[in-house]
């Protein structure tokens, strides 16, 4: 129950969402909108506004639609001509200008971009969060597949250019190089030095299974270990470390002598010092300062600093990741449908209505932010899916619009109406799919 539950909950409100981008330049348009109904099938509730749309609840929670008055429409049915008046009739969906038809279908998955910004936004600023550190677990001197030594606890900054700040982006940076052979471009910082160096890595067929592919670092040639940056996030009020001149950012590269490498250690080493005072070393703007802090002692004994990895984003720091992170992720699934249609990548990864019930059943249990994180990835893979040049989605839509453009007037209804089948089989195909990757994977 509380699977289904959350599914109709995640679906109504993705498609909310993206028809009502839709409905909402439809409007800005003149074009009368007939109905918006959520849902498929028989209408189950529906009620008119006073532009005499009529907003329906249907019955198969499996999508919704807008349906807007169109010349196609009313040559279909002529008799309909009569339910409009004169204004509404001079408003046809084709008689608007190129660029507003293509709002119209534009608009649908943009609504679904801005819906997974507005998630990530809420998300990333309510929670505190650490940074990440990927640090080299071991040492490798060059040879056939690594251009040159890359050294213990180097970290992990970029891979092919793309910076790696959390496991988010290391994952989707390694399996954008499934089913390659040749050379992955590997940024490091030194641990010793911070200096940027770069490490060309062979692989010969990387991530080519499945099995591969739900793990990837597992099966990278570089070992590495998460952990958490040695950067100060936060200061306690009045504590030890502020008191003595620490500020927020700091990154800690040494105590009592000890190098650090993350923030672990820097727990580890302070809980097991005895003296009445830590010297502290840190990298402050590439400027190295050193503080000597007596710290407060618990009662269990332990020396206290007050100082966190933990901090939390401002509001515009959060807004600004989540733009770039629903832009990565947009870009990322494109290219992974891609590399599933080269069969560089699993196509059994591809998830149909009963796997997002499951995935929205498990989320919804999890908590309410785990919640939205999925509905937030959804939105993103549900926009992108619909821009895809396919006759029947938006995207298509746009590529008709795009020829129409070029050729100075409408494809023939023949052409148009063999490219919308076309589409719809396309579309029927993947769904029948996805659903067959579900029922294998629910009984396996």
Known sequence: MITLIAFIILLGVLVVIHEGGHFFVLRMC??????????????IYKKKDKKGTEFALSALPLGGYVSYLSKKALDAEPEMRKQFTDEQLDNLFETKPRWQRAAVMFAGPLANFILAVIIFTFIFSSQQTVKPIFLVKTEYTANSSISGDINKDDALVSINGEKITNPTDLRLALLANAGLTGEINVGF???RTSEIFYRDISVVNFLSSSEQQQEPERFFPIDFSSNISPEIGSLTRQGPALLAGLEVGDKIIEING???????QV????SSESNTSINLVIQRDNQIKSFLISPEISEGGTPILGISAAYKRTLFDAFAKSVKDTYNLSIKTLLFIGKMITGNMGAENLSGPVGI???????????????LYLMAILSISLGVLNLLPIPVLDGGQLTMLAIEAIRGEPLPARVENFAYTLGALMVGFLLVFAVTNDIFRWIG
């Open 357 to 371: 019930a499951k995935m929205s059943g498990e989320a919804f249990s999890a908590g309410f932010l785990p919640f």
């Open 189 to 191: 910082k030194d641990f």
């Open 267 to 270: 727990s580890e080493i302070i």
């Open 30 to 43: 003149k074009v009368h909108v007939d109905r918006f109904s959520v849902g498929m099938g028989p209408v």
């Open 258 to 264: 000890k190098s650090i490498s993350n923030f672990e």
